[in-house]
């Protein structure tokens, strides 16, 4: 064979197998850019995709797989990831809340006390003054020729005294009775309030409305008691 047809063909041969790298390459890079751009939109903030429905106008969410139209039907954790991106997106475009935040709700430490029913107990009217008969007891060491030593007198109760009876008659039988409740008498003569292994300087003092109630109870009963 001629070697001039062999080098035009050998030419060719280059030539066409040029042309075909350049076309492999060409469709690999459209195929790379058309992979690209399917892959841009799907990013999103933190796995959130936000689009607006081409019929309504209307705002969807695309989050963990699932396509949210209303908030409601989002759970707990994907409506926080949400509301942290909003406030992202404000602080980006430099918005600054302007209203009111709404003030979180904290349940209530202490417990409504149900109210225990105070039972009417029969009293008896205690006179203001008492009067007590000398009693006389044996001395436990009596002296020589058997003398007996002398009485001591029994001191009459005090207003505080006289209360406090009142009201352990009134809730005998009762949860203020295995509570401890008892009123005392302080050093400067006021009332003080005896109740849970605690004791209060006063009645208001007292936390417990039933307590509280119970005592001005027995105290309007010494009050209207007969002198």
């Known amino acids: 064979m001629n070697i001039t047809i062999l080098l035009v063909i050998a030419g060719a041969g280059i030539i066409i197998g040029l042309l075909i790298g350049l076309m492999i390459n060409a469709l690999r890079g459209e195929s790379s850019k058309h992979e690209t751009q399917s892959e841009t939109p799907t990013r999103g903030i933190d796995n959130i995709l936000l689009w607006h429905d081409s019929e309504g106008g209307n705002l969807i969410v695309d989050l963990d797989g699932s ?66 008969e ?27 005294g006289e209360i406090d009876e009142i009201l352990q008659n009134m809730i005998d039988g009762t949860p203020f009775l295995e509570r401890g409740l008892q009123l005392v008498e302080t050093p400067s003569h006021t009332i003080a309030v005896w109740i849970d292994h605690h004791q209060y300087e006063n009645i208001d003092a007292v936390p417990d409305p039933d307590v509280q109630q119970v005592i001005h109870a027995a105290v309007k009963k010494w009050e209207d008691k007969p002198v």
């Open 134 to 160: 000398t009693i006389v007891m044996p001395s436990a060491a009596a002296g020589k020729g058997g003398k007996k030593a002398a009485p001591e007198p029994i001191k009459p109760l005090s207003i505080v």
């Open 67 to 132: 396509t949210f139209v209303r908030a409601s039907e989002m759970r707990p954790d994907q409506r926080s990831r949400l509301e942290t991106c909003y406030s992202q997106l404000k602080r980006f475009l430099g918005v600054q809340d302007t209203g009111p935040r709404p003030v979180p709700t904290t349940p209530p430490l202490v417990q409504p006390v149900k109210e225990i029913p105070i039972p009417e107990v029969p009293i008896e009217p205690i006179p203001a003054k008492l009067s007590f």
